[in-house]
Nanobody, 124 residues
């Protein structure tokens, strides 16, 4: 059974850091693109960052570029999102997702398998 389980969210002050983890099981993790998405209250879900199957290719939304770093450990079937210099507008539920096909993609419609999400709140 395919599973994606996020962890690492929490409450942090502006300027702080968090590292999210996504532990995968039930599929051949090294062959798929992994994406991190977030949804703020009252807003649509947006793609935050993506990493290719090998980890060689990455993509970041403009809003998080130079502050977030995506990585993956194929041996541990785990993806990470290191978030630094956090801002209140980074608040939301963060989800990891697996691409449907074994190819590089940053198209949100190409992700059909999702974790349950982890809450990130940036506030004083």
């Amino acid at each position: 059974q395919l599973q994606l389980v996020e962890s690492g969210g929490g409450l942090v002050q502006p300027g702080g850091s968090l590292t999210l983890s996504c532990v995968a099981s039930g599929f051949n993790f090294p062959y798929y693109t992994i994406g991190w998405f977030r949804q703020a209250p009252g807003k649509e879900r947006e793609g935050v960052s993506f990493i290719s199957s090998t980890g060689y290719s990455t993509h970041y939304a403009d809003s998080v570029k130079d502050r977030f770093t995506i990585s993956k450990d194929n041996g541990q079937s785990t993806a990470y999102l290191q978030m630094d210099s956090l801002k209140p507008e980074d608040t939301g539920v963060y989800y990891c997702a697996k691409s449907t096909y074994m190819e590089w993609t940053i198209n949100s419609s190409d992700f059909a398998d999702w974790g349950q999400g982890t809450q990130v709140t940036v506030s004083t």
